[in-house]
């Protein structure tokens, strides 16, 4: 399987702020995949990275509250911007594999 | 839209106990399924992948199977133990998509 490195494991952040979150893979992937876990809640996918393209965004998440870049086939980052507590979740990348998906360890981020 | 179903939400059992979680979907045109364990704060962690094609896998004391005509998927654990406390997703791949269950909260008591 891949090994993703994700970081910041955790992050306590000021609301009006911003934070990018980096992936970055051990093997060169075509997709990427950011997830976002509130709390007490299951994953709901944000959007997914193509390199050499835009993101797509799933409903109820746009590119000016969730910049992503992925300016290569081994990284993405993820910003989330202009942070407010609600935005205080678990946010995850994700790589498919022959395997199953892999996923990075996560970012804990809490806004306050 | 794909949806996903967990039960039960949570779980108690005494620890040496065998259990079984289930996970439905609504939509059988999936490419595969997989179950996931998550640690509280923690990421992601695949226990188990079943491709459409088949019925089972296993790994350890664990059993997954699929039976994609009545949209179940059901995690078997055996000799459960403390250290198997955790939440216990399930999701759903159609295409790139994934979709999640909402959890099962496992709590072994030693």
């Known amino acids: 399987s891949a090994v993703i490195s994700q970081k910041p494991s955790r992050d306590i952040c000021q609301r009006g702020t911003s934070l990018t979150i980096q992936c970055q893979v051990d093997s060169q992937v075509t997709m990427m995949f950011w997830y976002r876990q509130q709390p007490g809640q299951s994953l709901t996918l944000i959007a997914t990275a193509n390199q050499g393209s835009e993101a797509t965004y799933e409903s109820g998440f746009v590119i000016d509250k969730f910049p992503i870049s992925r300016p290569n086939l081994t990284f993405s980052t993820l910003t989330v911007s202009n942070m407010s507590p609600e935005d205080s979740s678990i946010y995850l990348c994700?790589?498919?594999?022959?395997?199953?998906?892999?996923f990075g360890s996560g970012t804990r981020l809490t806004v306050v | 839209k794909q949806e996903v179903t967990q039960i039960p939400a949570a779980l108690s059992v005494p620890e040496g106990e065998n259990l079984v979680l289930n996970c439905s979907f609504t939509?059988?045109?999936?490419?595969?399924l997989q179950w996931f364990r998550q640690d509280p704060g923690k990421g992601l962690t695949s226990l188990l992948l079943i491709q459409s094609s088949q019925r089972e896998q296993t790994s350890g004391r664990l059993n997954a199977s699929l039976d994609k005509s009545s949209g179940r998927s059901t995690l078997y654990i055996a000799a459960s133990q403390p250290g198997d406390s955790a939440t216990y997703l399930c999701?759903?791949?159609?295409?790139?998509?994934?979709?999640f269950g909402t959890g099962t909260s496992l709590t072994v008591i030693p």
């Open positions: 999701a759903v791949a159609t295409g790139n998509q994934f979709y």
């Open positions: 939509d059988s045109a999936i490419y595969n």
């Open positions: 994700s790589v498919p594999r022959p395997g199953g998906y892999t």
